[in-house]
């Protein structure tokens, strides 16, 4: 276990050497749908920070009772609870926000990131460790889900958070907060990070 | 099962409880514990969640019968409106519409109606008067039109051409001026969801005229009567 | 009548309009891991076909059974502990997500064991693709969509029957191996072509993804013009005369007064 990453590894891994969306490709499903407006995503981003804490803080504790074929079953069984929770809360105080997102709070269960931080990390370190982990993922999942849905808004509507910042004459390019608009922006950012982290390499 | 039982069934039982109860002890355990927790969710936040449900329709249930200003009006004077909701079912659709009674007399209904837009389904609340003789009002409850073309049938300005509109008028949608009785402004680059509302519009209210205008003559029938008395 | 419109209508919608992968963004992962080969792509859209049918049989079968409230069985064994009046208020859709992720495990799972077993052949073909299936969004996605349109539903005359939930889980499959066969023949192309090495990999294959969705975007409409098609009877049938105000016989049934509530 001596070449675990510590706490702060892990935080600022997730961040951006590790981004879960621009490194990893994981959890594409959200970062698709729900980027059309910068507040559904940022949203979607506190959901998903919360059910990865409190997963990765629960696996972490009961790591030394797991078994293995058990495993996923405990996973499965700890993320679905928490997004149950998670889908009520918005259904009870940000009702609008909860009919906007729809489906896509309950697909979280089936989000790779969370299973992917419980099986890479909870499972095998400490509690801190893994707390500080999925804070990092999901600041990172927010960076990545905030740069997609900022140019898919602005461009969109020529608003950033419901304010007007572009000049009303300027063409709503609606085709960005239409789904192609989500692809497209994906995956132009995807290349001009692949771009950026080919150059520091090099 | 039987396959364990056919085994030698003493160590064929040990092995049952030793699969089940000694490894799943964990999954058992936290199964009780969360069950425990979305029981402790449910009590709290359900009631709330039915309501928020319910008060999407209903806060907009004046203001589509009083029009904007004057429901701004009433709620500010402190006026009371009560709102009873019930099933009906015309033709070969059942609706949810909405009563609204004021000083206990009806004030209008508000019928909840939907069809096919141009994207996806659209959900519309139509207000009309207590005869259900001219329309007072259209609120646009979901819709997933194309963004800038055909979402602007949530406009506020948009809507308020069906204001006033006689009920027993087929209701189209004209790509030039409206001047007619029963005409509506499209939208531009939106006739299909200009005339998908309008359509939806013309079905539920030609389904529901009748029952509900019968509906209103029986609730009205006693009052008036008693009033005679008077 | 109506309800073939119906179905066919939530077919046509399920595979081409509202195509899972290119409108709804489920199912992306495996779009972008898998279809990289045609014959992969094909087992691959097979399997979540087959899986997304059985899954959403058990979801359509235990909503209305077991988790809406007045559902039959939890009804007929809440009524063994409590009155009936109370056990049919017993409202599960909460244990909702859990159920429908545990159902899908559990038929992927006997999807393998059956098909391993009697068709070695197929399980040939698509069985490696079993396990990843179950981490599969469109599954989740299309037992949500049956929920909402089971339990969601304002109106309890609305709510969907199995018919028409299979209907969309089948053609939503379809759906999916629609967009990722057409995804994979197009890489195989974009294998011969000089991409940017910043662009190759996943990057191209979104921008290329978003190109298909615009070409998908062209489905939309054709299920209005379906129906008017079909039954042009709506809009013809309306009486343009005002109603004469006695004598109107009732067509309608008040099924009941169910909320009330003070506006103030």
Same mark, same amino acid.
């Given at each position: 276990m001596a070449d675990q990453p510590t706490a702060f590894e892990r935080f600022t891994q997730g961040i951006l050497p590790e981004n879960p969306v621009y490194r990893q490709l994981l959890g594409l499903c959200p970062v698709l749908a729900v980027t059309n407006s910068v507040q559904g995503a940022m949203t979607m981003a506190g959901a998903v920070l919360f059910v990865l804490l409190c997963a990765n803080v629960i696996i972490s504790l009961i790591r030394d009772l797991l078994k293995p074929h058990l495993r996923i079953v405990i996973f499965t069984l700890t993320i679905a609870t928490f997004v149950t929770i998670v889908d009520r809360f918005l259904a009870a105080y940000m009702y609008q926000m909860s009919k906007n997102l729809g489906p896509y709070i309950p697909l979280i269960i089936v989000n790779c990131i969370i299973i992917c931080r419980c099986e890479v990390c909870a499972s095998k370190q400490s509690v801190f460790t893994a707390a500080s982990d999925a804070v990092g993922q999901s600041l990172g999942f927010a960076l990545a889900l905030a740069s997609i849905a900022s140019v898919r808004e602005i461009l969109g509507t020529g608003m950033f958070f419901g304010f007007r910042v572009l000049p009303e004459m300027w063409p709503d390019w609606v085709i960005m907060v239409l789904p192609p608009g989500a692809f497209l922006t994906f995956g132009l950012l995807l290349g001009a990070v692949n771009w950026v982290a080919a150059r520091k390499k090099g | 099962m039987t396959t364990t039982t056919q085994e030698t069934p003493g160590s064929g039982k040990n092995r049952w409880t030793n699969f089940f109860i000694v490894q799943a002890w964990l999954v058992l355990l936290l199964a009780s514990f969360f069950g425990a927790a979305l029981a402790g969710i449910q009590l709290t936040l359900a009631p709330k969640i039915e309501a928020n449900k319910l008060n999407e329709t209903l806060e907009k249930v004046p203001e589509l019968i009083l029009g904007a200003d004057a429901a701004r009006a009433s709620k500010d004077s402190g006026q009371q409106m009560e709102i009873n909701r019930q099933y009906m079912t015309a033709g070969t659709k059942t609706y949810s519409v909405f009563k609204a009674e004021k000083d206990n007399q009806t004030a209008g209904w508000v019928v909840k109606a939907s069809g096919q837009g141009y994207a996806d389904k659209i959900e519309l609340l139509v207000g009309v008067d207590e005869t259900v003789n001219t329309i007072t009002g259209l609120f646009v409850l979901d819709q997933k039109e194309t963004p800038g073309l055909g979402n602007k049938i949530m406009e506020p300005d948009w809507r308020r051409q069906f204001v006033s509109k006689p009920t027993h008028l087929l209701l189209t949608a004209v790509k030039t001026k409206a001047d007619g009785p029963g005409e509506i402004s499209a939208i531009t680059g939106a006739t299909i969801s200009s005339k998908a509302v309008c359509d939806i519009v013309n079905q539920s209210l030609n389904n529901l005229r009748q029952p509900l205008a019968k509906a209103a003559s029986d609730k009205k029938k006693p009052s008036e009567k008693q009033q005679e008395k008077n | 009548m109506n309800y073939l419109i119906d179905i066919m209508l939530i077919a046509v919608s399920a595979a =081409?309009?509202?195509?899972?992968? =290119?409108?709804?963004?489920?199912?992306?992962c495996p779009f972008i891991g898998v279809s990289r080969q045609i014959d992969m792509a094909v087992g691959m859209g097979l399997a979540v076909t087959f899986v997304i049918s059985i899954a959403a049989f058990l979801s359509w079968t235990m909503t209305t059974?077991?988790?809406?409230?007045?559902a039959p069985l939890t009804a007929w064994i809440g009524g063994f502990f409590m009155s009936p009046e109370a056990a049919a208020k017993i409202?599960?859709?909460?244990l909702s997500y859990i159920v429908y992720i545990f159902a899908i495990s559990a038929s992927v799972q006997f999807v393998e064991m059956y098909v391993r077993r009697f068709f070695p052949a197929l399980y040939k073909s698509f069985g490696v693709f079993l396990p990843l299936i179950t981490t599969n969004c469109a599954i989740l996605f299309a037992c949500l969509t049956i929920m909402s349109n089971v339990s969601g539903v304002d109106n309890p005359a609305d709510a969907w029957d199995l018919g028409r939930s299979l209907t969309l889980a089948f053609f939503g499959g379809i759906g999916f191996t629609i967009a990722i066969v057409i995804m994979a023949g197009i890489r195989e192309e974009l294998d011969f072509c000089d991409i940017p090495p910043a662009l190759r990999g996943a990057a191209i294959t979104l921008i290329v993804a978003g190109i298909l969705s615009m070409a998908f975007m062209g489905f939309t409409g054709v299920d209005t013009g379906l129906k008017n098609a079909l039954k042009s009877d709506s809009a013809a049938q309306i009486d343009p005369k005002p109603i004469?105000?006695?004598?109107?016989? =009732?067509?309608?049934?008040?099924i009941g007064e169910t909320d009330k509530k003070e506006w103030s």
């Open positions: - | - | =081409l309009i509202n195509n899972f992968v =290119l409108y709804y963004f489920v199912g992306i059974m077991v988790l809406i409230p007045a409202d599960l859709t909460i004469p105000k006695d004598e109107s016989p =009732l067509t309608s049934v008040i």
